[in-house]
């Protein structure tokens, strides 16, 4: 396997793979020629159009297709790239470089399940490829989805114990997933070579798990100084601020955030939570929703966008989604309290009822499980 890419971030650097034809001797040929020679020169504009040209006798060819769809990925024109992708993929299927290229179209377009999903497919055609481990694992990483990190990228550990960005992903999973003993053996290979924005990122999270926000805070400012583009360090920041009490500075490190990646899960849903106790529900819910884009299903989120609504009385579109959150998150003491106030206000009041006994059983739960509730003798 080749080794990993050292820094975060660079496996995007050359990702697309272009796709040339051996030369014949025919006309079209000598369009699809022209065009990988505009292409490589970054005549972008001309290679659309001999590509274009060349398609419309050749439609069959997936590697004209696959370099079409680069040269849009190029100009920053995702949609068109993972349409031409995709119709690549119906003539190729197997084709594990023209499904990474899809799948960077659709991380950059910050559809980043959807290149999860691709990468994945990618892996299981080229369980060796580091361009697709580190990409997925950084996807995963921006879903939450911590232990499938950890499964990714475990088994490259001792193979590749001084590679920085494997140890920066593995860590910040394994110190989120709160396994924070194993998260710690990931600083100390990052740390050898001294100190570093990614140093201390991954101590502040450490503070963060162990709920010290203070100190968490004064790891991130330290961080946000080193690599102020360093992915996500200003949105943790921000939220060690929050927990401390500082929502005015959170605020605008949450606005730091968006503005190196506008897909950061955290950043969007703190501003909008923040946007919304400041009574702008309307500008609150653009950042609810991108947040739920970058985690569909994400119950808080889903749970924000429904309190906006029913803060704006709109509480008859509010009750399908919040009949659906309380049925995939049953223990959402809070999603229970609000379907029960929609009830309420739509004169429903049996189903209202329901609802609150649910609510008392599952608060007397939580405060069961609460240290010295039980009875004294």
């Known amino acids: 396997m080749a080794r990993f890419i050292v820094g975060l971030g660079l496996w995007l650097s050359a990702v697309i793979v272009l796709i040339a034809q051996p030369a014949k001797p025919s006309n079209t040929d000598l369009i ?25 006798e050749r439609p069959d060819r997936s590697d004209a297709r696959s370099n079409l769809g680069a040269v849009l990925a190029r100009l920053g024109r995702y949609q068109g790239a993972i349409e031409q992708y995709n119709r690549a993929l119906l003539l190729d299927g197997n084709n594990p470089g023209i499904r990474f290229n899809l799948a960077v179209a659709y991380y950059k377009s910050a559809r980043v399940v959807s290149a999860s999903k ?64 194993k998260g710690q053996q990931q600083i100390e290979k990052i740390m050898r070579g001294g100190d570093s924005a990614e140093v201390r990122m991954l101590l502040g999270t450490t503070h963060l798990m162990s709920a010290d926000y203070a100190k968490a805070a004064q790891e991130f400012a330290v961080a946000a100084q080193l690599n102020p583009k360093l992915p996500t360090v200003h949105s943790y920041y921000g939220r060690a601020l929050s927990l401390t009490g500082n929502t005015d500075q959170a605020k605008e490190e949450f606005r730091l955030e968006l503005e190196n990646n506008p897909n950061d899960f955290d950043a969007n849903l703190q501003i909008g939570v923040i946007l919304k106790q400041d009574q702008n529900p309307d500008e609150a819910l653009k950042y609810f929703q991108r947040a739920l884009l970058v985690r569909p299903g994400e119950p808080n989120v889903r749970f924000y966008i429904e309190s906006v609504r029913v803060g704006q009385g709109k509480v008859a579109e509010a009750l399908p989604e919040l009949e659906r959150l309380v049925k995939d998150a049953p223990d959402f003491v809070e999603a229970h309290v609000m379907l029960a106030t929609v009830y309420y206000r739509l004169k429903r009041k049996a189903d209202g009822d329901r609802e609150q006994s649910i609510v008392n059983k599952l608060n007397a739960e939580r405060q069961a499980k609460q240290p010295g509730a039980q009875e004294k003798p």
């Open 32 to 56: 699809f020629a022209r065009a990988v020679q505009f292409h490589q020169a970054g005549d972008l504009e001309n290679a659309i159009k001999e590509y274009q040209a060349f398609l419309a």
């Open 118 to 181: 691709e990468l994945e497919k990618v892996i299981a055609l080229q369980p060796e490829n580091p361009n697709a481990t580190l990409l997925l694992a950084d996807c995963y990483l921006q879903m939450g989805e911590y232990q499938k990190i950890i499964a990714l990228l475990s088994p490259y550990e001792a193979r590749y114990s001084d590679n920085k960005a494997l140890a920066y992903l593995l860590g910040t999973a394994l110190l989120r997933d709160k396994q924070v003993e």
